[in-house]
């Protein structure tokens, strides 16, 4: 069977969720495939593609509703091989109901799809393993995990889809949308990140406990409109949950600011932490690798650091 992959992309608002332009090149790298963004102001969302496909179909349907959405696809990628979709927020709740609808399998936060098989991560990102589907397959790709490499950012050129949406499907209905909590959102996801490392494990105590210095981090991170993360050896401490962990086998991350606090910058770290547009880090130590890619690096104690942080933020409740 020749392939004919398909990628889907739901977009809120004319705005690309995580992944988007890693699940375009995945399934163009496979052969012949379509790219079609489906939801609301797609002209915006399809420009952000420049470089990455030359042309794209659009489905402006409006408002997130992934029941709907799956019934008025099935007939779209009826014929295709694959069907890959971001493992955003969105992209995972669109897959798994696009599956149902087609009757296909679902491979869930792959790191590599082809026609035949894909590589699916588990166990926090520390297990690898291939899974193949005795057909054609709906899949989820990792953000952050392929990368992209951008060609010349030409025009994308967009053609507008027409898809039927039954309104008569159920779809939850929406109450009020609220920003993001940072101590909560999805790493993935999160505009500003702030990370902490070894270095805040330095003298540990019984007067100053590696978990207050984790509730610290998180507090400052939380003044500032920032998600906490950690780094491996962190979370296989048990002072932070390994959902928090940012690397190649954790969460892959692509933060606009990422501060470091006590991380020397081990490969397995950094290559997971994508291209921030700005890198802050702290850290005794001049030369580790983490100050080598700062924009800012500060040679100062992590911990005493943290501490004049949280006053100058007005942070007090750190027990």
């Known amino acids: 069977m020749s392939a004919h992959p398909i990628a889907v992309v739901p977009v809120r608002a004319g705005v690309l969720p995580a992944g988007s332009a890693e699940v375009v090149a995945e399934a163009l790298s496979l052969g012949d495939a379509t790219v079609l963004l489906i939801g609301s102001q797609l002209g915006s969302a399809a420009a952000e593609l420049a470089g990455v496909a030359s042309g794209v179909q659009l489905a402006e349907v409006g408002d997130f509703a992934p029941a709907r959405w799956a019934a008025a696809l099935t007939n779209v990628v009826a014929d295709a091989s694959v069907v890959l979709l971001p493992a955003s927020p969105d992209g995972r709740d669109l897959a798994a109901r696009l599956a149902a609808a087609v009757g296909r399998p679902l491979v869930a936060n792959a790191m590599e799809i082809s026609e035949d098989h894909a590589i699916v991560v588990s166990h926090g990102g520390r297990v690898q393993h291939e899974v193949r589907p005795s057909g054609p397959f709906v899949a989820t790709l990792q953000p952050g995990g392929r990368g992209v490499e951008r060609g010349p950012a030409e025009v994308v050129g967009a053609a507008n889809v027409h898809l039927p949406i039954d309104d008569g499907i159920a779809d939850p209905e929406v109450a009020e949308v609220e920003p993001p909590d940072a101590t909560t959102m999805d790493l993935a996801e999160s505009p500003r990140i702030v990370g902490g490392g070894a270095g805040l494990m330095v003298g540990a105590g019984a007067d100053d406990p590696v978990d207050r210095r984790f509730t610290q981090l998180t507090a400052i991170g939380e003044a500032i409109g920032a998600s906490m993360g950690a780094t491996r050896v962190v979370t296989d401490a048990g002072w932070v949950s390994h959902?928090?962990?940012?690397?190649?086998?954790?969460?892959?991350?692509?933060?606009?600011?990422?501060?470091?606090?006590?991380?020397?910058?081990?490969?397995?770290?950094?290559?997971?932490?994508?291209?921030?547009?700005?890198?802050?880090?702290?850290?005794?130590?001049?030369?580790?690798?983490?100050?080598?890619?700062?924009?800012?690096?500060?040679?100062?104690?992590?911990?005493?650091?943290?501490?004049?942080?949280?006053?100058?933020?007005?942070?007090?409740?750190l027990a």
């Open 243 to 317: 959902d928090r962990q940012i690397g190649t086998t954790g969460v892959v991350v692509d933060p606009d600011l990422y501060l470091a606090f006590g991380i020397s910058g081990a490969v397995q770290h950094t290559a997971g932490l994508g291209h921030p547009e700005h890198i802050i880090s702290v850290n005794t130590d001049p030369h580790c690798p983490m100050m080598a890619m700062a924009d800012l690096a500060v040679v100062a104690d992590a911990n005493a650091t943290l501490d004049e942080l949280a006053k100058l933020l007005g942070v007090t409740s």
